[in-house]
C-alpha cells in the first residue's frame, strides 16, 4: 500500500512503470507522458460521457467509443457523438465519470492492460483548502481512481494503475513554462509569476513567488470557461434555427466554435458572427474575473495564459504589456505534471 511504503520503496515502485500525466478538464482530457513503447504520447480527448449503455458502435472498431462499468455497478459510454452529463458539477475529480475518463484515455493511448504509473490534476481551488494542500480531497481523488473502471467494450482493455499521484493544475503550467523538455530551466524561476489557465468550466489563476511559494491572496478559481461560449452559442443558435432540441453534441459546439460553421440540416451554416459576440462577452467576463485578482500586474514579471479557453480567446495575453501567450497552452498542465513527477525520479 502507497500509504505504509517508505519513501525509497515508492520511488521504486514508481520509476519501474510509463510516467503519464493526465490533465483531466471538465472539457478534455489531456493525455502526455511515456508511451508504451517508450515515445512520447499526447492525446486529447472530450471529457463526454453518458450514464448508461447507448447503443453506439465504432464501426472502425478503434475503440473511439467506449463502454465502461464501475465496481458501483453503474455503465458509462464515452462518445463525443453523445449529448454528455454536465460535468459542471462539484465533485466531478471525485466521480465514477472523472475515473471512467481517466480509464478510456489511457486505453486509447495504448495503455490497455499495461502497468502505468499516472498523474492526474486538481484546480487551485480543490487542490488547497485555508492555504495549506488539501490532503484529505488529494486522498479522496486517489482513491477514486485506486477504485478502477472495466471495460465493456469488445477487445479494450482497461489499463492497470500502479501509482496515483496528484498535482495542481495551474501550477503544473508553471513547472511547464520554467522547465523546458530536457527538465533544465528555461524561465526566470526568482520572479513572481502569474499562470492564467482558462479552461472549460473554470479559469484559474495561480501566483507563484520565486519558484517555491504560491501567493494564496491573488490565487484562486472563477467559474468562466469554454463551456460558457458553448451555451452562448447553443442558445443563440437555438432561437435562430427554431431547435427545439435541448442541447447538441458537444463535437458540433466545438466544431462551430473553432470554424464559425455549424453543420445542421445536413448542410453547413454560417454562424460566425454568433460566435464572436458570445467570445467577446466570455473573453470580457474572463479577463474581469483576473483584474480581480491581478489588478493591472505591474509587479509581475509575468502573465502567462494556457489552457483552451487561452487558445480561443487569441489575443488575451496582449491585455497585459507583460503577457504571454504559453506555446501548446491546451497541453500546459498535461505537460507540467509529466515534467515536474518525471524530474522527481530523477531526483
Ligand atoms: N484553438 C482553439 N479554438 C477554439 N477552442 C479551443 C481551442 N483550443 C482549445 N479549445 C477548446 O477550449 C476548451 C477548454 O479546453 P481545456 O482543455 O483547457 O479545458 P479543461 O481543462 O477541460 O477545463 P477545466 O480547466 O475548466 O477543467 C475545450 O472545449 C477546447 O475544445
Ligand atoms: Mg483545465
Known amino acids: 500500500m502507497a500509504e505504509t511504503a517508505t519513501k525509497k520503496e515508492r520511488v521504486a515502485k514508481e520509476g519501474s512503470h510509463p510516467l503519464v500525466a493526465i490533465d483531466d478538464g471538465y472539457a ?3 493525455l502526455y507522458g511515456q508511451g508504451p513503447d517508450g515515445k512520447i504520447v499526447k492525446r486529447v480527448l472530450r471529457s463526454s460521457v453518458r450514464i448508461g449503455s447507448h447503443g453506439l458502435g465504432s464501426f472502425a472498431g478503434d475503440g473511439a467509443i467506449g ?3 464501475t465496481e458501483e455497478g453503474n455503465r458509462y459510454t ?3 457523438e453523445i449529448e454528455a452529463e454536465d460535468p459542471r458539477f462539484t465533485d466531478f475529480h471525485l ?9 478510456h484515455a489511457l486505453s486509447t493511448a495504448g495503455f490497455g492492460g499495461v502497468q502505468v504509473d499516472i498523474v492526474t490534476g486538481l484546480p487551485v481551488k480543490e487542490f488547497f483548502k485555508d492555504q495549506r494542500k488539501d490532503e484529505e480531497r488529494i486522498q479522496r481523488k486517489r482513491e477514486n481512481l485506486q477504485r478502477g473502471a472495466f471495460s465493456r467494450s469488445a477487445g479494450v482493455e482497461a489499463p492497470v494503475l500502479a501509482d496515483i499521484q496528484v498535482g495542481c493544475q495551474a501550477i503544473a503550467a508553471y513547472v511547464d513554462w520554467a522547465l523546458d523538455d530536457e527538465l533544465k530551466t528555461r524561465n526566470d524561476t526568482g520572479k513572481t509569476i502569474a499562470i492564467v489557465d482558462i479552461g472549460g468550466r473554470t479559469t484559474d489563476v495561480a501566483v507563484v513567488v520565486g519558484g517555491r511559494s504560491i501567493d494564496h491572496g491573488r490565487s484562486g478559481t472563477a467559474d468562466v470557461g469554454v463551456l460558457d461560449v458553448y451555451k452562448g452559442v447553443l442558445d443563440r443558435v437555438k432561437a435562430r434555427f427554431e431547435l427545439d432540441d435541448d442541447s ?3 463535437s458540433l459546439m466545438n466544431e462551430a466554435v473553432r470554424t464559425g460553421s455549424m453543420q445542421l440540416f445536413g448542410r453547413p451554416n454560417d454562424v460566425a458572427e454568433i460566435v464572436s459576440d458570445v467570445v467577446g462577452q466570455v473573453q470580457e467576463r474572463a479577463l474581469r474575473e483576473i483584474q480581480r485578482r491581478l489588478g493591472r500586474a505591474a509587479t509581475l514579471q509575468a502573465v502567462v495564459f494556457v489552457g483552451g479557453g487561452s487558445a480561443l480567446f487569441k489575443d488575451i495575453a496582449s491585455a ?4 504571454v501567450m504559453a506555446e501548446d497552452p491546451e497541453f500546459a498542465n498535461a505537460r507540467g505534471l509529466y515534467k515536474y513527477f518525471a524530474s522527481r525520479r530523477r531526483g
Open 248 to 250: 447538441l453534441p458537444l
Open 95 to 103: 466521480s465514477p465519470i472523472n475515473r471512467v475518463l481517466v480509464n
Open 78 to 80: 464515452v462518445s463525443d
Open 28 to 30: 478534455q482530457t489531456k
Open 320 to 323: 497585459y504589456p507583460n503577457g
Open 67 to 69: 463502454l465502461w462499468q
